[in-house]
């Protein structure tokens, strides 16, 4: 059997050593920042959230995989769909 599961600070608790396959979601900092701001933190506090955790260039590093969520939604969706049928394809 196999999960997934979403853990957003996945790397920062050193959890990584129990799954078998990482995938990082990943935004570049401008928009990490103007999304943050748009759910309601502050522009000081959106900065502060960003600057606590692992530079981005280190979680990719220590991802499987990578997704880049800096287009639209359908975008995003391709590449999930994607590594789903690869991820089949390497099960079997």
Do not use: Y
Request: charged share 15%; hydrophobic share 50%; aromatic share 8%.
């Amino acid at each position: 059997m196999q999960w997934v599961v979403e853990i957003p600070l996945l790397f920062e608790a050193g959890l990584e050593k129990g799954f078998d396959f990482v995938v990082c979601v990943a935004a570049n900092g401008m928009t990490q920042f103007n999304r943050a701001v748009a759910r309601g933190l502050s522009p000081a506090q959106a900065g502060q959230r960003i600057a606590s955790q692992l530079p981005l260039v280190t979680k990719l590093h220590l991802s499987q995989a990578v997704l880049w969520n800096e287009g639209s939604p359908d975008f995003l969706r391709a590449q999930v769909t994607h590594l789903a049928a690869w991820l089949r394809t390497q099960a079997r």
